[in-house]
């Protein structure tokens, strides 16, 4: 009897648990049996490797061959293991070293000629394997995914015959695919764009610095679309820690990783119609949903009473917790979504209340109703909500100054955030209450200026660490040590809801 092991990578979320493929090879009736997989999996990931070690005319053992997968509760997509598979049976058979592969880790599915394809994941595989203290074998295709972890070694291939002449000592792997040039990034539109709404852009540029989510209220067609559009422009790059987090949910995704998105935030706009598996994750093997992909980046929600609202009520936990549990039958995946939610809503259901066309003829208990669409305890995750109102034409001219560019307000954010990250390592939305009280004191004229404020609008205790919490964001924009009487004002002016209609 003979046995080799070899090391792969499975899916759970964002986790890839280690594999280990055990191969024992006995006397009796040639057959190929694996342990650990269910029979659908199996059935096809048999064809698979068998098939490749035939047609890469390596010898396959006349002996009963056993696979053992462990540990033997895996999610079903199996194809990710073939490589695995089809090495550990070359190392039982003596057709590669046994010593040699146990260095390593090893991810790919096997065409039936032998070529290995790409899988979903890998970024996350790459990191893991790094901290394992091995290299990793995999697909060519996914090598540029993989690479974004610095200090791994990997050993990219195409075909099966390339990896074991590698392990054979017998060639070295062909040189890594050639970066391509990266493409002309995507241009992000900029602010420099959008004339007038100057109060929106200065709402956008606080919700930036400190991470705050915002409501904005406005009739239809007056750009809060086109406004949000442009928050990615100004948010700070990720840090590597967060882009490799940001990137381990994208590989997992249906469309994968671009690796032209490294370190940029994400900004994710799913349509009201988006289902709640769409929205917050789920499935079998359950993937991420726009939440999570939107971590350490922004959601931008357009039309907020128009989502299901039993699916607004789960974003409670992740704006809270900065995390979503998802639970589908006996499986459970924890995927991360700490973002950064920006909305928009129309005003009341015909969407010009307010609007100087005196169109809307809505009334009092009508706009009532679409407002209480949205939750008291999803609204009161919002910091910021203001009015977009519709521009006077002289605004939008072409003899109307242009905005100021995103780079210039991108500036003003990342010293804003980086203050606020070297005084209590995390951005001021997420600060806890005992934090506001710690942190968020304003100076004896700005709290003089607050307490009459509670007082006239009969503002909530809520609003008033919300109110807080904004007003340092936006010292933090000045460099201001103190939290000024102006900090207070402009904070209570961007919580539109609290003065009723
Ligand atoms: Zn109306």
Redesign the pocket.
Known sequence: MSLAVAYSRGRVGVAVPLVTVEVHLANGLPALNIVGLPETAVKESRDRVRAAIANAHFEFPMQRVTINLAPADLPKEGGRYDLAIALGILAATGQIPKKRLAEYECVGELSLSGEIRAVSGVLPVALACRDNGKALILPSANYAEAALIETVTLAPAEHLLEVSAYLNGQSPLPEPPVQAAPERIQEIPDFAEVKGQFHVKRALEIAAAGQHNMLMLGPPGTGKSMLAARLPSILPPLTEQQAIEAAAIASISDKGFDPKNWRRPPFRAPHHTASAAALVGGGGNPRPGEISLAHHGALFLDELPEFDRKVLEVLREPLETGQITISRAARQAEFPARFQMIAAMNP??????GDSSGR?H?TQEQVARYRNRISGPLLDRIDLHLDVPRLELSALTAAAPPGECSADIQSRVVAARQRAQARQGKANAWLTVKEINDICQPDPDGEQLLTTAMTRFALSHRAFHRILKVARTIADLACAEAIAPAHISEAIGLRRLDRGR
């Open positions: 009341c259901p015909c969407g010009y209340l809307c809505c």
